[in-house]
């Protein structure tokens, strides 16, 4: 249980196009699910968190306007990188948040996808 | 504020011993949890484990357990009888305070299972 899938696995585009990812919780609803940017050889950076039916709330330093995020389902985030440029090339990765139990004990476990690479030409 | 410090860049263990990876967190909140990632090479974050601040054991997952000592804020992994597949990077990281679900990650450690 808790699969998280993410699609395309990798994409290469010309510069000045935009590129959509796809985040799909295949067995649970997830009404939060993440976005992070990991460079080589370095942990993971939160570019922001998605709630479904409302607006993503980004992080310090992230421009929204060219990372858009929708997350038009319990199932579905997807990332747009509009406009992307060689320095958006980089390994994109989504989680969907899966919460068991009740608070103090609840969990809120991000399950992660498989994660995209973006080449930038 | 709150922070996840992971003090060993890379580590080395022989096929089928174990070996322990160190994670010290700083929080002032008394309800928290605690996660353990491998990433192989592949680039999948793989959840390993989970440890919550109320529970009195040490969280354990097959060959994997935590072990948790809330005094000296650490929860270090332990995995047992290591194989040539767990030779991963491995993050532990922090539910943050506040109701965002948001995670605070270590660095990482890269760890290489020899034969």
């Known amino acids: 249980g808790a699969v998280v899938s993410q699609h395309p696995s990798w994409v290469i585009c010309k510069s000045g196009t935009s590129v959509k990812i796809e985040c799909r919780s295949l067995?649970?609803?997830?009404?939060?699910m993440f976005w992070y940017r990991q460079f080589p050889k370095q942990s993971l950076m939160l570019m922001a968190t998605?709630?479904?039916?409302?607006?993503?709330?980004?992080e310090q330093g992230v421009e929204k306007d060219k990372f858009l995020i929708n997350h038009a389902s319990l199932t579905l985030s997807t990332l747009t990188v509009t406009s992307a440029h060689p320095e958006d090339s980089s390994f994109y990765i989504c989680?969907?948040?899966?919460?068991?139990?009740?608070?103090?004990?609840?969990?809120?476990?991000?399950?992660f996808g498989p994660g995209t690479r973006l080449t930038v030409l | 504020a709150q922070k996840i410090t992971q003090t060993q860049p890379g580590m080395f263990v022989q096929e089928k011993e174990a070996v322990t990876l160190d994670c010290t967190y700083d929080?002032?909140?008394?309800?928290?949890?605690l996660f353990w990632y491998k990433q192989p090479s592949s680039g999948e974050m793989i959840f390993l484990i989970y440890?919550?601040?109320?529970?009195?054991q040490n969280a354990t997952e097959g060959r994997y357990s935590l072990n948790f000592q809330k005094a000296r804020k650490s929860a270090n992994l332990v995995i047992s009888a290591s194989q040539l597949g767990d030779s991963a990077m491995y993050f532990c990281?922090?539910?943050?305070?506040?109701?965002?679900?948001?995670?605070?990650f270590g660095t990482g450690t890269r760890l290489k299972v020899l034969a």
């Open positions: 989680s969907a948040r899966l919460g068991t139990g009740d608070f103090p004990r609840s969990t809120d476990t991000q399950y």
């Open positions: 998605s709630n479904e039916g409302s607006k993503a709330t980004y």
């Open positions: 440890q919550g601040s109320y529970d009195e």
């Open positions: 990281a922090m539910r943050e305070k506040g109701g965002t679900y948001k995670y605070i």
């Open positions: 067995d649970f609803q997830a009404t939060t």
């Open positions: 929080t002032s909140d008394q309800s928290y949890g």
